[in-house]
């Protein structure tokens, strides 16, 4: 079984940046696609970002609307990471942090990464 330990959230200013860290241990990242994926408060989770498996560092990628332009997942699969980059945060992006494969699975889930972006 997999196991995700999501890392690198913190409290930032509007406008700033953080980059998220997720470790796969257990087994790894290899031939699955990833996503990033968000609780805001009183919120259902929702997806952020994908990217998908390839033994060629050849990816394709996907961003929810709200953060096209501003996120960047990227992956090590030599590592077994996934990495969003966040830039120019907004308050709006406040909400705990997931990573998982994508479609996600339930046995997956870890704790996330709590991301508070102050205006």
């Known amino acids: 079984q997999v196991q995700l330990v999501e890392s690198g959230g913190g409290l930032v200013q509007a406008g700033g940046s953080l980059r998220l860290s997720c470790v796969a241990s257990?087994?790894?990242?290899?031939?699955?696609?990833m996503g990033w994926f968000r609780r805001a408060p009183g919120k259902e989770r929702a997806f952020v970002a994908s990217i998908s498996w390839s033994a060629r560092n050849i990816y394709y990628v996907d961003y929810a609307e709200s953060v096209k332009g501003r996120f960047t997942i990227s992956r090590d699969n030599a590592e077994n990471t996934v990495y969003l980059q966040m830039t120019n945060l907004k308050p709006e992006d406040t909400a705990v942090y997931y990573c998982?494969?994508?479609?996600?699975?339930?046995?997956?889930w870890g704790q996330g990464t709590q991301v508070t972006v102050s205006s």
């Open positions: 998982n494969t994508n479609p996600p699975r339930e046995s997956n």
């Open positions: 257990g087994r790894t990242f290899n031939g699955y696609a």
